[in-house]
């Protein structure tokens, strides 16, 4: 339970930041009405002029590649110091203050408010590699499934809890005490986290002879030989790789797809956002149910198929609100099984070692690439064909590859749990 509950913890960062509230907040604080009735969404940073979104997806774009350059860094140090807890502590506090400044986000000062928003992410995302490089620690490979899924769903259920009562004040009281969400979500962040660092595993060791920054690339160096020659590690790693850069930008970029191209009203919006949690909750039950009976790698073959046929849906048939809240069910139904099973699956692929952080700085740093990817990918494609739903096509070639890498995963003898 220690460990699932930093899910519980963080999950609120995802949710009310990233997902619901802050996004409706920076889109209204940002943008202005002129004396005659003209609209502008331009800001200005650093003396240079950005659409509010523009600047909004630069900014995170910066945090994932900061995570990128510092998480395999880190992790080498981590394990070889034993570490790992430091420094999910240090990226927890850093996310969790992140939040607290955004209560005195100023469109006047868009650079120190901005800083808030870019520590937050960094915080959010680089902890996730320490955390999940405690999973093969505290529990055996065949109860990865089980206690992956348990995970995901405490973090999507904590978070539920925490939009709803952020969104009781902001809808009981007024629009007014929308910035309080934001330390509440940092207090919450921080507060629930505890639980985590009183139970997990402490091993410090002696600080060795030379230098620890070098160490860290020494440890990075050594894990990519280990993988050398693993062929279902490296096809699986591929397939992972692809799949985040559809994954990760469909859950950044749903609720502006919602806003452009439905022009769903701000509450049927946040509707669809706590449908999508709700249904994330037995979605990954069932997939960890079904990995126990058929094996990761075929389940998660299914669930790649889904994800694209899903993508096909809201490019041709998604017009109207209620295409949207089937999309968005279908879409939260997979997203926590598929999350959940691929960190599973990657825990049960990894050698017997005690350098789990750095082998999960490999899974972390795939995934932010595949994000800044797949962000890049979307915003491009829309800037070209002036349409946001167009951009939903590069998503369906990246589940097409991704499935194509899952296929050619080799077959192994005896090993159920993957089939």
Request: proline share 3%; aromatic share 16%; glycine share 10%.
């Amino acid at each position: 339970m220690g460990w699932m509950m930093y899910d519980w913890a963080n999950g609120a960062y995802f949710l009310v930041i990233t997902t619901a509230i802050f996004p409706i907040f920076y889109n209204a604080i940002t943008t202005t009405e002129g004396a005659d009735g003209s609209v502008s969404d331009t800001v200005t940073f650093l003396g240079v002029e950005f659409i509010n979104t523009q600047l909004y997806s630069y900014v995170l774009g910066a945090s994932f590649l900061i995570v990128i350059l510092a998480s395999p860094l880190l992790a080498g140090m981590a394990d070889y110091l034993g570490r790992k807890l430091t420094f999910l502590k240090v990226f927890c506090y850093m996310g969790a203050s992140g939040c607290i400044g955004l209560f005195w986000f100023d469109p006047q000062h868009l650079e120190w408010s901005m800083t808030a928003l870019f520590l937050a992410n960094v915080g959010a995302w680089g902890s996730l590699g320490f955390y999940n490089a405690f999973l093969p620690e505290i529990a055996p490979a065949e109860d990865h499934d089980l206690l992956s899924a348990k995970g995901y769903s405490w973090g999507f259920f904590g978070s539920i809890i925490i939009l709803l009562l952020c969104l009781a004040l902001i809808m009981g009281v007024g629009a007014h005490l929308t910035r309080w969400a934001f330390i509440f979500v940092g207090l919450w962040w921080a507060g629930w986290a505890q639980v985590t660092f009183r139970r997990m595993p402490v091993q410090v060791k002696d600080r060795p002879d030379g230098n620890l920054l070098w160490q860290g690339f020494r440890e990075l160096k050594g894990v990519a030989l280990d993988l050398k020659g693993k062929t279902r590690v490296i096809r699986y790693l591929l397939s992972f790789f692809v799949m985040s850069m559809a994954i990760q930008t469909i859950m950044l970029m749903a609720s502006s797809f919602g806003i452009k191209e439905i022009h769903l009203p701000e509450d049927q919006l946040i509707v669809a956002i706590i449908l999508v949690q709700i249904v994330a909750i037995p979605g990954s039950f069932l997939f960890s149910r079904l990995s126990g009976r058929y094996g990761n790698v075929p389940v998660l073959i299914v669930a790649t198929f889904l994800w694209g046929a899903t993508c096909a849906f809201a490019y041709s048939l998604v017009n109207e609100s209620t295409m949207f809240f089937i999309a968005a069910g279908m879409i939260g139904f997979m997203m926590g099984g598929t999350q959940s099973l691929n960190r599973s699956t990657y825990t049960k692929m990894l050698p017997d070692t005690d350098d789990t952080a750095s082998y999960f700085s490999f899974y972390e740093v795939l995934e932010k690439l595949g994000v800044v990817i797949g962000m890049f990918s979307w915003g491009y494609i829309e800037g070209l064909t002036g349409s946001m739903r167009n951009s939903i096509l590069v998503l369906i070639v990246f589940f097409a590859a991704a499935l194509a890498l899952l296929i050619a995963i080799p077959k192994e003898r005896g090993d159920a749990q993957l089939a």
